[in-house]
């Protein structure tokens, strides 16, 4: 069952930038961490960024300082967090995928990941 849907991937030439999206299906009791992940063709799926429930944030090498995981907030909008991405390049692109630790109301704690959201980065 799906409870994660990430959007905001698309095509963008290298510099540019986008802004991915998780929202989720059920309604949250309670946020312990997320992440974003990626996968290129033929490449295994890395960690991208990720932020605990504290506000803690760890980013790969390769995006320090283009890119910026962060949370939403605020109540009720059905959205976890964003995922910020600027100066774009071609070794960016990859499916990205957003995780989360969560308990959703009327459901025990559990590990949530999304069906992906393509990202091209044209050069």
């Known amino acids: 069952q799906v409870q994660l849907v990430e959007s905001g991937g698309g095509l963008v030439q290298a510099g540019g930038s986008l802004r991915l999206s998780c929202a989720t299906v059920?309604?949250?009791?309670?946020?312990?961490?997320m992440a974003w992940y990626r996968q290129a063709p033929g490449k295994q799926r890395e960690l991208v960024a990720s932020i605990t429930s504290g506000g803690s944030t760890n980013y790969a090498d390769s995006v320090k300082g283009r890119f910026t995981i962060s949370r939403d907030n605020a109540k009720n909008t059905g959205y976890l967090g964003y995922l910020q991405m600027d100066s774009l390049n071609p070794d960016d692109t990859a499916v990205y995928y957003c995780?989360?630790?969560?308990?959703?109301?009327?459901?025990?704690?559990?590990?949530?990941w999304g069906q992906g959201t393509q990202v091209t980065v044209s050069s």
């Open positions: 059920g309604s949250i009791y309670m946020f312990y961490s």
């Open positions: 995780n989360a630790d969560l308990r959703l109301t009327g459901v025990w704690r559990n590990t949530y």
